[in-house]
């Protein structure tokens, strides 16, 4: 299972950049798929996570900015980000909760990261 996360990048504060996450290799199902955030210095951190019902969960600072959806047919997970502010700059990570088989548990993955840098 891979995940291959994009669309990270410069960016003002107060501007807007777009994340995309999807996965691929050989699985039967995604439960939960993921972004989290590690600013340097910091622990690695959740920034929002969305079931394959599609029910969203934000972490209190990107709440009301930050909007995640999903594509299951295309295995993909996105991060809308507006109204960036300079501590939102950190490596943003895909997660994703896959099971491989039927007969195997849900086990995370995780993509290689894309960096967010935004100026202030």
């Known amino acids: 299972v891979q995940l291959q996360a994009s669309g990270g990048g410069l960016v003002q504060a107060g501007g807007s950049l777009r994340l995309s996450c999807v996965a691929s290799?050989?699985?039967?199902?995604?439960?939960?798929m993921g972004w989290y955030r590690q600013a340097p210095g910091n622990q690695r951190e959740l920034v929002a996570t969305i079931t394959r019902t599609g029910s969203a969960n934000y972490a209190a600072p990107v709440k009301g900015r930050f909007t995640i959806s999903e594509d299951n047919a295309k295995k993909a997970a996105y991060l809308q980000m507006n109204s960036l502010k300079s501590e939102d700059t950190a490596v943003y990570y895909c997660n994703a909760y896959v099971k491989r088989t039927w007969a195997t548990p849900y086990e995370a993955y995780w993509g290689q990261g894309t960096l967010v840098t935004v100026s202030s």
């Open positions: 290799g050989s699985f039967v199902s995604i439960n939960v």
